[in-house]
């Protein structure tokens, strides 16, 4: 079956820093999205992506799908305490449950001040 | 517009007992699923249904029962708690089975 791995699993920047966070697939990617949870809270969609190639960005947030298909990278550009939380990676898994989206263990994202 | 509605927020059992997680949605959406988080061990579906009156096994169903009468209801049954059970429990909803889930808050609950 389909297993997504991300990288790193924990991350402790400083306010206004970059960083970048991976999500890669043990198969071919045909849909990729990303989420973003707060502690004590449910997943907040953030992008999907489907393509090849593909960039999408929202705010300060870009996430690319590898030309594979096989690795994804969400990137946050000059970090703030706002975006603080867990990021997991979603890919529908044509495996076991037809269809469903399997997840990534997250990864936890501080900002310091 | 409520989104994903889950109750309770927070619940203990005791080994044996039962109880109902309710979930509700309002946007009309054909696909629910429940998943449930685990430290270290990420989301892991419980089970789906792609619409009223058809639900099926995800990854680990088992000691769930779940039903879908109505498009905008998905109750997870736990017929008989265990500490193994204890978890944040995740329901989520989608327009059909691949676009964006919208999830609810969760409910954590924890079997002694």
């Known amino acids: 079956s389909q297993e997504l791995e991300q990288s790193p699993q924990s991350l402790i920047v400083q306010e206004g820093k970059n960083l970048t966070i991976n999500c890669t697939s043990s198969k071919t990617l045909y849909g990729l999205y990303w989420y973003k949870q707060k502690y004590g809270e449910g997943l907040i969609f953030l992008m999907m992506l489907q393509k090849g190639g593909e960039e999408k960005s929202h705010e300060k947030i870009t996430a690319k799908l590898d030309e594979k298909k096989q690795q994804s990278s969400l990137h946050i550009t000059a970090s703030q305490p706002s975006h603080a939380g867990i990021y997991l990676c979603g890919a529908l898994n044509y495996g076991g449950s037809q269809g469903n989206l399997i997840f990534g263990k997250g990864t936890k994202l501080s900002v310091k001040p | 517009n409520a989104g994903v509605t889950q109750t309770p927020k927070f619940q203990v059992l005791k080994t044996g007992q039962s109880m109902t997680l309710q979930c509700a949605q309002d946007?009309?959406?054909?696909?629910m699923s429940w998943y449930r988080q685990d430290p270290g061990m990420g989301l892991r579906l419980i089970h789906y249904s792609v619409g009223a009156g058809i639900t099926d096994q995800g990854e680990v169903p088992n000691g769930y029962n779940v039903s879908r009468s109505t498009t905008e209801d998905f109750p997870l049954r736990l017929l008989s708690a265990a500490p193994s059970q204890t978890s944040v429990y995740f329901c989520?909803?989608?327009?059909?089975?691949?676009?964006?889930?919208?999830f609810g808050n969760g409910t954590r609950l924890t079997v002694t």
């Open positions: 989520a909803s989608s327009y059909v089975l691949n676009s964006p889930l919208h």
């Open positions: 946007m009309n959406h054909e696909y």
